[in-house]
C-alpha cells in the first residue's frame, strides 16, 4: 500500500508553471518513527488523524507546497496537572527541490518524481504544539502550600514567605512626593 504522503509529481516538473490540490487524513505517525515524549510535553497521539491540505505549485527549479495542517493533541495544564486536549491547524509554506541543496536547509528534497509530504508535515506540527498547554485561560492553579486544585475547592493556606527577602516587607518609603511610589 503506498502512503498517502508520498505524492507523484512528474507532471507538475515536466509542467512548468502548473498547480494540482493534495488533499488527504492519514494516521500522525504512520510509519512509528517517533518516540513518545515525556509525559508532562505536549504531544499528538501516533494514530491521532492528521489532515492535509495543500496547493502543489511547480516553478523552475522545484515546487511550492501551501496549504493547512491539522491535527488533535494532548498535554498537561501548566498550573493545575490536569489532562489538556486541543487541535493545532497550521498554515504551511514550504519548497520542494530537486537535486537536494544540502546548503539549503529550508527546502525538503524532491525524490525522482515523488515527494514525501511526511516531514514536511511533521515539521510543522510539532512546531505547533504549545509549549504550556492551560486546561482554561482562568486556570487558578495548584495551592502551593497544600496542593489543592484552587479551580475545584478554595483552603486557607498563607503564602509561605523567604526568609532572605523578609527585610523588604518592613521597608516603606516615606519620603517620597504623594505622585511617586503609589504610598
Known amino acids: 500500500m503506498i502512503s498517502p504522503y508520498v505524492v507523484p509529481v512528474a507532471r507538475l516538473l515536466r509542467d ?12 500522525f505517525d504512520e510509519a512509528g518513527e517517533f518516540e513518545p515524549r515525556g509525559p508532562a510535553e505536549t504531544d499528538v497521539w501516533p494514530d491521532a488523524t ?4 495543500l496547493r502543489l505549485e511547480s516553478y523552475p527549479g522545484g515546487l511550492r507546497a501551501r496549504g493547512r495542517v491539522g491535527v488533535p493533541w494532548h498535554g498537561v495544564c501548566r498550573r493545575c ?6 487541535a493545532s491547524d497550521v498554515a504551511v509554506a514550504e519548497r520542494f527541490v530537486t537535486p537536494a541543496d544540502p546548503v539549503d536547509e529550508e527546502a525538503y528534497p524532491i525524490d525522482g518524481d515523488v515527494i514525501d509530504l511526511r516531514q514536511l508535515v511533521h515539521d510543522a506540527v510539532l512546531l505547533d504544539l504549545p509549549l504550556a498547554p492551560l486546561c482554561r485561560s482562568d486556570c487558578r492553579g495548584l495551592c502551593p502550600v497544600c496542593g489543592i486544585d484552587r479551580n475545584e475547592a478554595t483552603c486557607e493556606c498563607q503564602p ?12 516603606r518609603f516615606t519620603d517620597l512626593p ?3 511610589g503609589g504610598v
Not at 512548468?16 to 494516521?27: G, H, K, L, M, R
Not at 509561605?160 to 521597608?171: F, I, M, Q, Y
Open 16 to 27: 512548468v508553471p502548473s498547480v494540482t490540490e493534495v488533499s488527504f487524513e492519514a494516521p
Open 50 to 53: 492528521v489532515s492535509v491540505r
Open 81 to 86: 496537572s490536569v489532562a489538556v486536549t486541543g
Open 160 to 171: 509561605v514567605s523567604d526568609p532572605r527577602w523578609a527585610t523588604l516587607d518592613e521597608l
Open 178 to 180: 504623594d505622585d511617586v
